[in-house]
């Protein structure tokens, strides 16, 4: 049962780790094509951006809903956070999906250093900090398991112990018992023994 916890401990740990792999590079991958959007000047191109962006949002919502299904309680608060701030970024990056390419041209430098550039360092630093918060779980939850398992190599020495002692005194017993039989048989022997003989000595009178 011990080594089943565990395994499924850091089966646990794993997925939620490859959850914030993805997620961190979704956000990157999603900045890159806000950039490539802002500085587009052919609306063709410009579209696809836009498309591979909705796609890159639901993938990163659906991301963000099986993590929080899997998270410990140790890192809601950090969660939570990183929830929040992805949901302004889809906010603040709304109106931008609709400019055409003259507003593009005028206002996508300032966008991408005002809101693009912070928002990933922002939630880079979060996921990071998931990340050590779950490592941090891993580790208490390791750390359980270890008492568990002191908890019961502890019983396991005292029941072989205590199966032991009750060995000993069961032998003890036995071996005491036999030897009152033996010395009953051999009294009785004897008693038989003195019979023949003085039924001998009858028979020889």
């Known amino acids: 049962v011990i080594e089943v916890t565990t395994a499924a401990l850091r089966t646990e740990s794993r997925n939620r780790d490859g959850l914030l792999d993805q997620l961190r590079a979704d956000i990157y991958r999603s900045a890159t094509v806000v950039r490539d959007y802002l500085l587009e000047r052919d ?6 951006q836009k498309a591979e962006l909705e796609l890159l949002r639901a993938r ?4 963000l809903r099986t993590y929080e299904r899997k998270l410990p309680d140790t890192e809601r608060d950090a969660f939570k956070d990183s929830r929040s701030r992805v949901e302004s ?36 630093q979060l996921t990071r900090q998931i990340t050590v918060l779950n ?6 939850g390791e750390e359980r398991i270890r008492a568990v398992q002191s908890r019961f190599r ?15 005194i069961l032998a003890a017993i036995t071996i005491r018992h036999v030897h009152r039989l033996e010395r009953e048989a051999k009294a009785r022997y004897e ?15």
């Open 43 to 48: 609306q063709a191109r410009a579209d696809n």
């Open 60 to 63: 990163i919502g659906d991301t």
């Open 89 to 124: 970024y889809w906010k603040a990056l709304a109106p931008a999906l609709q400019w055409d390419a003259a507003v593009r041209r005028v206002k996508g430098e300032t966008f991408l250093q005002q809101v693009i550039v912070p928002f990933r360092a922002g939630v880079a």
């Open 135 to 140: 490592e941090h779980d891993l580790d208490a």
């Open 154 to 168: 502890l019983r396991m020495v005292i029941v072989s112990a205590l199966g032991l002692i009750g060995g000993a």
């Open 191 to 205: 008693e038989v023994a003195e019979a023949r003989r003085d039924l001998q000595k009858l028979s020889d009178r």
